[in-house]
């Protein structure tokens, strides 16, 4: 499994950025989520959005809801975050990931192996 991550950036407070996440496996991974964590510096990874390429269900950090929406394409097997309303306290790495829903239910570290990691990018909102 095989995840490519794409977006992020540096813009000010109260702006708008997308991330988008491609998964490339050789069988279909509709019974798998797809989504994102982040991690601020000094900080340990959190959850924050995932959806189920089945059926749509949603996972959001509490934080963020109201502001970003998770979306995918089932056949092209990506998701897409859009962050609106940014805050300078949504200034981590992202990353995208795969796994099922209740990982971003319920996240700890030692859970991380649950599951497949793309490589992160960098969102800087500047107050």
């Known amino acids: 499994v095989q995840l490519q991550a794409s977006g992020g950036g540096l813009v000010q407070s109260g702006g708008s950025l997308r991330l988008s996440c491609a998964v490339s496996q050789s069988t279909p991974i509709d019974h798998y989520a797809v989504g994102w964590f982040r991690q601020a510096p000094g900080k340990e990874r959190e959850a924050v959005s995932g959806i189920m390429v089945s059926d749509g269900r949603t996972y959001y950090k509490d934080s963020v809801k109201g502001r970003f929406t998770i979306s995918r394409d089932r056949a092209k097997q990506t998701a897409f975050l859009q962050m609106d309303n940014l805050k300078p306290e949504d200034t981590a790495v992202y990353y995208c990931?795969?796994?099922?829903?209740?990982?971003?239910?319920?996240?700890?570290?030692?859970?991380?192996?649950?599951?497949?990691w793309g490589r992160g990018t960098l969102v800087t909102v500047s107050s």
């Open positions: 990931a795969t796994g099922f829903l209740g990982g971003w239910m319920n996240y700890s570290p030692e859970r991380h192996n649950e599951f497949y």
